[in-house]
């Protein structure tokens, strides 16, 4: 079948707990994704990633999973923020985001639940400055 079909959030929403698997490349602390742009350059498009997240949403008993490292090239991929302009999916599409240090069950949580859950699978090397960033930020919602 065509994309037109497959990434349609009417035939995906129809399936019953449906789970949408995307990958990203940095998830800030609100819980928004980058899955396309990498130090300022697009190294990717967003392909089925709103589709297949949104479908998820209108499943009965969907899901929506992102998964990444929580490291690349000594850097951590639990942000702070994300760069303006670069959020592929809204932070209210990801129910989960997992990385080798575990899961943050982002659905329903507030905003202070959400960064503590995704510091706790940051890197350790860079949960202490993550914590330090969030309060800043904090300080300004």
């Not at 609100?30 to 742009?37: D, I, S, T, V, Y």
Request: with cysteine; hydrophobic share 45%.
């Amino acid at each position: 079948r065509s994309a037109d079909y497959t990434h349609a959030a009417t035939a995906i929403s129809a399936q019953d707990n449906f789970v949408a698997i995307n990958s990203a490349i940095e998830v800030d602390l609100l819980g928004q994704c980058n899955a396309e742009m990498l130090g300022g350059r697009q190294i990717s498009g967003a392909g089925g990633f709103h589709d297949f997240q949104r479908g998820a949403a209108g499943s009965k008993g969907g899901r929506s999973i992102v998964a990444l490292p929580s490291s690349a090239g000594g850097a951590s991929r639990i942000v702070a923020r994300l760069p303006a302009g670069v959020a592929t999916g809204p932070r209210n599409d990801a129910d989960y985001i997992v990385t080798e240090y575990g899961m943050a069950a982002l659905r329903d949580l507030d905003l202070d639940a959400r960064a503590e859950a995704l510091i706790m699978i940051a890197a350790p090397q860079f949960r202490s400055d993550l914590t330090a960033a969030w309060k800043d930020l904090r300080a300004k919602f």
